[in-house]
């Protein structure tokens, strides 16, 4: 089964751990410096959480959904792309302690989604990938390709 997966920037990391252990119920699957991630079983949920600012609010850093392999990926794509949306690929990044693949779509309010499958660990936090070589292509002013997520 896939999850969907919610991006958090979080101004404190071992407090938003703390409230997310308590209020899903379960330990971090991932927790590396300024990251978390939750692997919520019930609801099937991927929680990233990315440290921000000090002192400042939480925001979405960017929504995805977590498939079982870089074929999934790849039907994503298809299906984006014959939609008519611009897909960004990226393949073999490192960002978020993984090694992914994955493609980036925008919403009409300009929310950044990805699908993306986890091939390895990694030891970095930050994308290794030039990620976005094409995001200045449009479909429309609504369908722009994703600039890269500062997180991931």
Do not use: I
């Not at 997310?20 to 927790?31: I, N, Q």
């Not at 030891?123 to 070589?133: I, M, Q, S, V």
């Amino acid at each position: 089964m896939s999850r969907v997966q919610l991006a958090l920037r979080v101004s404190d990391l071992d407090r938003s751990v703390a409230f997310y252990t308590t209020l899903f119920g379960v330990e971090p699957a991932k927790r590396r410096p300024r990251y978390a991630n939750f692997a919520v079983e019930n609801p099937p949920l991927k929680l990233v959480l990315l440290e921000g600012e000090p002192d400042q609010p939480t925001v979405m850093d960017h929504l995805g959904v977590e498939v079982f392999s870089t074929d999934d990926v790849d039907a994503a794509t298809k299906r984006l792309s014959d939609a008519g949306l611009v897909a960004v690929e990226e393949k073999d990044t490192e960002c978020c302690y993984a090694l992914q693949d994955k493609v980036w779509v925008r919403g009409p309010g300009g929310e950044p989604w990805e699908f993306y499958t986890v091939k390895a660990d990694s030891d970095r936090l930050e994308k290794t990938a030039a990620c976005c070589a094409s995001a200045t292509a449009q479909t429309s002013a609504t369908q722009q390709a994703p600039a890269c997520a500062s997180g991931c």
